[in-house]
């Protein structure tokens, strides 16, 4: 049951301000792909990649192993109207537009005034509370993401595979989506 070849597209912050602990069980990149991109529409997961280093990553297992984890933050392409674009050097390192610079600084009660109202306009206040619409588009390049393909017995939608250690256990997950952040 466990010695199945599948994907785990997972997408994770750690506790704290914030938390998230997604994982999506595939057997194909094609599934892959479309879970990415339904994440990816959800402006608060953009926010959680900018602001908070969200873990984004594509994890390979061959007949129930790990066998690769591929970080996708530098494939991915954040276009926002009016602004540059923002890439990844890896989680937590947006390149193209200082997220911390939207955080404002310390100083009286008249400047802390004008800052609750820029924070208001800030790029990651407007992500946070989803007011991008239309002027954002993401896009991934899967052409540089050299994901090897499955071998041997590939998951289907009845099963349930277990992941790679964390915290001293390795949880089970059923095809599809999980949460484990429930």
């Not at 990415?36 to 984004?56: D, F, K, P």
Request: with cysteine.
């Amino acid at each position: 049951m466990f010695d199945k070849s599948f994907y785990d597209l997972t997408f994770g912050v750690d506790p704290g301000g914030a938390r998230k602990d997604a994982h999506f069980i595939s057997a194909t990149l094609d599934e892959v792909k479309e879970d990415l991109a339904s994440e990816l529409a959800e402006e608060i997961n953009l926010y959680l990649m900018c602001w908070y280093g969200a873990r984004l990553s594509l994890d390979v297992y061959q007949q129930g192993e790990l066998a690769e984890s591929i970080d996708l933050h530098p494939f991915i392409t954040i276009s926002i109207q009016g602004y540059p674009d923002i890439t990844f050097a890896g989680p937590g390192e947006p390149i193209g537009y200082d997220f911390e610079a939207d955080e404002g600084e310390e100083g009286d009660d008249e400047a802390d005034d004008e800052e609750e109202e820029n924070e208001a306009d800030s790029l990651s206040e407007r992500m946070f509370a989803g007011e991008l619409g239309d002027k954002v588009t993401v896009s991934v390049d899967w052409a540089r993401t050299h994901v090897p393909p499955l071998t041997g017995e590939v998951v289907g939608p009845d099963d349930t595979v277990q992941l790679a250690p964390r915290s001293g256990y390795r949880p089970l997950a059923s095809y599809g989506f999980s949460d484990f952040e429930m």
